[in-house]
């Protein structure tokens, strides 16, 4: 945990999207301060009539290459959260050549009693996490 599910338009390649997804994965790291191997991803691709995103009034550009992070994860400060959104903003430019904004970030939080990893147990809850 966290979890993070990416809605995007159909039509990345394998090498590519693999990239998206380790790059995401390195800024959650190191913005949210997780282990390496704490990776839960999730991606969704959609037809383009399927995936309407637009600028809420910003001027922004968006273009087929948009992606939309959506983030479920124990509760973060908010110093966290924008160390986040610039992480992603940056790296998956530079990296991805994905424009800024082209990306859309929301987080949802829960508690610990919220998950559970496999065999019908609470790990947070019964401290085997």
């Known amino acids: 945990m966290p979890l993070l599910r990416f809605d995007l338009i159909e039509g990345r390649d394998d090498k590519a999207l693999r990239k998206l997804l380790d790059t995401a994965h390195g800024a959650v790291v190191e913005a949210f301060d ?20 637009e600028d809420t009034g910003l001027g922004f550009a968006r273009t087929r290459e948009v992606v939309v992070i959506s983030i479920v994860s124990k509760a973060r400060t908010t110093s966290q959260k924008e160390k986040l ?25 829960n508690s610990d009693a919220d998950w559970s990893f496999g065999m019908g147990e609470a790990q947070f809850i019964t401290g085997k996490l």
């Open 34 to 53: 997780v282990p390496p191997s704490d990776r839960y991803q999730i991606v969704h691709q959609h037809p383009a009539n399927e995936l309407v995103i």
């Open 85 to 109: 959104y610039a992480l992603l903003a940056s790296k998956l430019e530079s990296e991805c050549g994905l424009s800024p904004e082209n990306l859309v970030v929301s987080i949802t939080e």
